[in-house]
């Protein structure tokens, strides 16, 4: 008998909460750290939401609520639902969860028995790949191309959907590529999953950079296409779009009264429910007029970082970067550094199991942090199923222009450090 169950070896990580480990080491060795690694926004909440949070407290609104959610942010989110993407959704179908990652918890126990295919796009955000492979349903990664701006299209879907396909995940704008689906290829998309795809196939929906899109874009749902409202879970949240990552409000838009109760039912077996004095301040976010203006000024700020930072990384030898179009990173194509480094050959020289816990783009990663300060994320944090000789790396640009700068800075004179990486693989002895 073992003391933890045989499923927590299928249960993967979130990297980048993860690597916060090897940076306490580093900054323990007096390393200044520059943090590319967390999709953390430099803003705070706006001033007007915090008040009225802290109204509520003052108040006493700081006890049990329904597990659902306080009907006034329900009936918000459902407002925003159906103003945003132009379906009907009334609040009964709405739960409020301690923010966006739980509506994927329990969109897998909700509907994923196993042996079930989950389609899923890789890379993507790395709890789908972990949910599937912990409930021991069939990972199904549709890889999205770097050619075609990490996009995928009707093809794409058409040939990665069987009979045996259960749920399919999207996420636009996308972490970690910010690729965006247009309206075009979700029609397309949504065809396939009418066509193809049974009555009861439930696509997830994953909303959460929706206010997060570039030169005048806006945000296109799934949900919205026909046919396709009566089978997709929509999840959003709080923390990317109005910069209220620790307030931990996060929702989701259910098809049915009856999946709703499903979801308010794994609420109560986890959480209870979300402190009601922080959803009035999210309810705030949707109904007052200033938050639209903050939200414009930090999206604003995104952009004329992307803007800075993508030919900047385009101007180093053996970087290619992509233009994201959305959410507030870049994933540039490294393999050229890996290879003028030698990270290939390194890990080509690596014992089989030190390999199968690595990458040449994560070799590259640790390289960064531990001898030059940089906190970035590989390939493989995005899904490993499919990856291998994938090599790209995520930087988050929700920091400073200034931190930004300096760390290209640094990425420039790392990627012609040959030397530099041979005595780190030497002497840090990582992968032994």
Same mark, same amino acid.
């Given at each position: &008998? ?40 430099? *803003?705070?909440? $706006?001033? !007007? ?22 009907? %006034? ?6 407002? #925003? ?30 509907? +994923? ?6 389609v899923y796009p890789s ?6 790949? %972990? ?13 999205? /191309? ?8 009707? /093809? ?23 690729? +965006? ?12 999953? =009418?066509?193809?795809? #049974? ?17 005048? $874009?806006? !945000?296109?749902?799934?949900?919205? /296409? ?32 009856? /999946? ?5 039912? @794994?609420?109560i077996n986890t959480i ?20 639209? +203006?903050?939200?414009?000024? &930090? +999206?604003?700020? *995104? ?37 003028? @480094? ?20 994560? &070799? ?6 531990? =001898?030059?300060?940089?906190?970035? &994320?590989? =390939?493989?944090?995005?899904? =490993? ?5 994938? #090599?790209?790396?995520? @930087? ?37």
């Open positions: &008998m073992a003391v933890l169950a045989n499923r927590l070896s299928a249960l993967a990580t979130e990297n980048a909460f993860k690597l916060g480990e090897d940076i306490q080491r580093c900054l323990d060795r007096g390393l200044d750290v520059i943090r590319f690694n967390l999709g953390a926004p430099d *803003f705070r909440s $706006a001033p !007007h939401l915090n008040k009225i949070a802290i109204g509520e407290l003052e108040a006493g609104n700081s006890g049990y609520c329904d597990p659902a959610g306080v009907a %006034s942010f329900r009936e918000a989110i459902a407002a #925003h639902v159906r103003n945003t993407r132009e379906i009907e959704m009334s609040a009964d179908r709405i739960v409020v969860t301690a923010g966006a990652k739980p509506p994927i918890g329990y969109t897998f126990q909700a509907y +994923v028995d196993p042996g079930d295919e989950v890379p993507g955000f790395p709890i789908y790949e %972990s949910w599937v492979t912990f409930l021991g349903a069939t990972p199904v990664p549709l890889q999205l /191309e770097e050619e075609a701006g990490f996009a995928f299209t009707a /093809e794409d879907l058409a040939r990665t959907v069987t009979e045996r396909t259960k749920l399919v995940i999207i996420c636009s704008p996308s972490n970690p590529t910010g690729g +965006v689906l247009e309206p075009d290829e979700l029609a397309g998309i949504a065809e396939v999953i =009418r066509t193809r795809c #049974h009555p009861d196939v439930r696509v997830y929906s994953d909303e959460i950079y929706e206010h997060i899109l570039f030169e005048g $874009a806006e !945000h296109h749902s799934i949900a919205s /296409e026909p046919g396709l409202p009566e089978r997709t879970v929509i999840a959003s949240g709080h923390s990317k779009g109005f910069a209220m990552t620790g307030w931990r409000l996060g929702w989701a838009a259910l098809p049915t009264v009856e /999946e709703a109760s499903v979801f308010k039912q @794994l609420n209870s429910c979300v402190p009601p004095f922080l959803q009035e301040g999210g309810r705030a976010a949707y109904e007052d007029p200033r938050t639209a +203006v903050a939200v414009n000024e &930090m +999206v604003s700020a *995104f952009e004329r970082r992307r803007d800075w930072v993508v030919p900047a990384l385009n101007a180093i030898d053996g970087i290619g970067c992509q233009n994201p179009k959305g959410a507030f990173y870049v994933f540039p194509n490294v393999a050229g550094i890996c290879e003028r @480094l030698g990270v290939i050959a390194a890990y080509e020289g690596l014992a089989t199991e030190s390999r199968a816990r690595t990458t040449p783009a994560g &070799m590259l990663q640790m390289f960064l942090l531990y =001898r030059y300060g940089i906190a970035t &994320m590989d =390939r493989a944090s995005f899904g =490993r199923i499919g990856s291998s000789g994938q #090599h790209f790396l995520r @930087l988050s640009i929700a920091n400073s222009m200034e931190e930004i700068q300096r760390g290209v800075g640094l990425l420039a004179d790392a990627s012609v450090d040959a030397e530099g990486f041979a005595r780190f693989v030497d002497e840090e002895g990582l992968w032994a």
